[in-house]
């Protein structure tokens, strides 16, 4: 079974910063693409950034571009997000999302003083 | 950046009724769009790929047609659990894009 599990999301001050996970399971985690996916809240869905399989090509949102960084390390079968200078509309459900197809239960990013 | 216009933003309609939600590209995506649909606290559940194909497991009530820029997402005959938001989302080409999404509620 298809498993993405977030972690890592949580309560930040405005110009902090802070690092998502997503540990994979269920299927080979190299052979992917990933996403990053945002949802703030009462909002719709907005695309954050993507990574290829091998972490060697990379692409962001202008929103978040020069502020956050899509990684994974295939041999943990994980996929991160690293996010700095936080501001206030990056509050948001944030996901992981296995290609087109797979999405986990996402974890939630406040930004607030 | 491509923009994805659903229509209508919200639908109100009865368990049985046949639905029809339109998504508009504003150029040419060929059939990359997929539709997911969410239910409240949850996340999205991919529904159709390609503009057509259905993902396995997904009800045969629901079809997706359309290329270039219109598409179409149908389900044939409402159920309950079909009450939820509906998405569209291109993948023809970064910043990969989606709809506002459209909301379908109990009448």
């Known amino acids: 079974e298809v498993q993405l599990v977030e972690s890592g999301g949580g309560l930040v001050q405005p110009g902090g910063s802070l690092r998502l996970s997503c540990a994979a399971s269920g299927f080979t985690f190299s052979d992917h693409y990933m996403h990053w996916v945002r949802q703030a809240p009462g909002k719709g869905l907005v695309w954050v950034s993507r990574?290829?399989?091998?972490?060697?090509?990379?692409t962001y949102a202008d929103s978040v571009k020069g502020r956050f960084t899509i990684s994974r390390d295939n041999a943990k079968n994980t996929l991160y997000l690293q996010m700095t200078s936080l501001r206030a509309e990056d509050t948001a459900v944030y996901y992981c999302?296995?290609?087109?197809?797979?999405w986990g239960q996402g974890t939630l990013v406040t930004v607030s003083s | 950046d491509i923009q994805m216009t659903q229509s209508p933003s919200s639908l109100s309609a009865s368990v049985g009724d046949r639905v029809t939600i339109t998504c508009r590209a504003s150029q040419s995506i060929s059939n990359y769009l997929n539709w997911y649909q969410q239910k409240p606290g949850k996340a999205p559940k991919l529904l159709i790929y390609s503009a057509s194909t259905l993902q396995s497991g997904v009800p045969s009530r629901f079809s997706g047609s359309g290329s270039g820029t219109e598409f179409t997402l149908i389900i044939s005959s409402l159920q309950p659990e079909d009450f939820a938001t509906y998405y569209c989302q291109q993948s023809h080409s970064t910043p990969i894009t989606f709809g506002q999404g459209t909301r379908l509620e109990i009448k």
């Open positions: 999302r296995r290609g087109r197809d797979y």
């Open positions: 990574i290829d399989t091998v972490g060697s090509s990379t």
